[in-house]
């Protein structure tokens, strides 16, 4: 049997990127997936489509309240439920440097997006999970939110610590009530938003000295592990950081 069979599943920032290869993943393991994204998502349904999946595009600016409300009313009126919400959608801004250098309008810019999405997303889709029983959240941090960034990039890092310590709270207030709460902490994954950031050789390869296993992750990658938290195997598991980083966090020094 499919892994999410019968689950509907809202993945934001899923027109490209992460987002379209966990769709993809989780339209195969029987989910039916409400692509949602600020940019038209179609091509990621049609794809679904063709490969006999189900899915819907919903246009969704994670930062308005009013989007989140009309992206889980499409959800129940196309699909029936909401048993997954997998805040994906995110971003790291080129000139996201150090305090002093970093201007207030990408940091505010950051937060708004990373983290106030995540928040909005939880606050509408956790009452429809609340009157189901049940519901797996799975919101997107870093492994920077447990170690500093070698590259700075100060608001990208506050905003993924922030995310992490909210779903840990999200976990403990609703562990009782069938709503399971999980962060999912990609290493650094070679997506299009990471190769406009790491925009020359030197700042790859800044990143690269630092993983013992010598390369950027697969998108597919980080997607399995979404898959795992999304679905039942992970039953017993609420508030917890799921770590997938080629190791980065594992080492003290990693040589030249």
Known sequence: MARLQGKTTIITGAASGLGRVAAQMFALEGSRVVVADVVDGNETVDEINRLG???????CDVTNEESWKHTIDFAIKNFGSVDVLYNNAGVMI???DDPVSTSVDTYQRTMDINVKGVLLGCKYAIPTMLEQGKGSIINVASFVA???????????TASKGAVLAMTREIAVIYAR??????????GPVMTPLLAAFLSDDAKRN????????????????????????????SSWMTGQSLIID?????????PE
């Open 146 to 156: 447990h170690m500093g960034a070698a590259t700075p990039q100060v608001a990208y």
């Open 177 to 186: 009530k069938g709503i399971r709460a999980n962060a999912l902490c990609p």
């Open 246 to 254: 080629g190791g980065i966090t594992a080492a003290y020094v990693t």
């Open 206 to 233: 800044r990143r690269l000295v630092h993983i013992p296993m010598g390369r950027f992750g697969e998108p597919t990658e980080i997607a399995h592990g979404a898959l795992f938290l999304a679905s039942d195997e």
């Open 53 to 59: 999946g189900q899915a819907a595009f919903v246009q």
């Open 94 to 96: 080129g000139d996201d």
